[in-house]
């Protein structure tokens, strides 16, 4: 059997492996506080806020909770969200778990 066929399925591994961890660099070196709030704020105006809820209602707050970057408070909710933007759960201020 050639040797190419052995290091083939390898240097492919390695170049997804590669861009992989290029684009969550991208997304981590390039986001940022502002970004993060505005989204959960739209979040929270489009799904959980109800008829009366306002961007003007959200303001941001170092993480919570454990792996936390920032936690974005709109009213009685809370939503922790890590260093790549994703949401990591949500709470009411209450402390019990909202939807």
Do not use: K
Request: charged share 15%; proline share 3%; net charge negative.
């Amino acid at each position: 059997m050639p040797r190419w066929v052995w290091w083939v399925p390898l240097a492919l591994a390695t170049t997804v492996g590669a861009l992989l961890a290029f684009r969550y660099g991208w997304i981590a070196a390039t986001i940022t506080e502002t970004d993060v709030i505005t989204s959960f704020a739209q979040r929270y105006v489009t799904q959980d806020g109800g008829d009366d809820a306002s961007v003007s209602d959200c303001v941001g707050l170092a993480g919570q909770v454990d792996g936390a970057w920032i936690t974005v408070r709109c009213a009685d909710m809370l939503y922790h969200v890590n260093r790549f933007g994703h949401l990591i759960s949500t709470s009411a201020t209450s402390g019990r778990p909202a939807i």
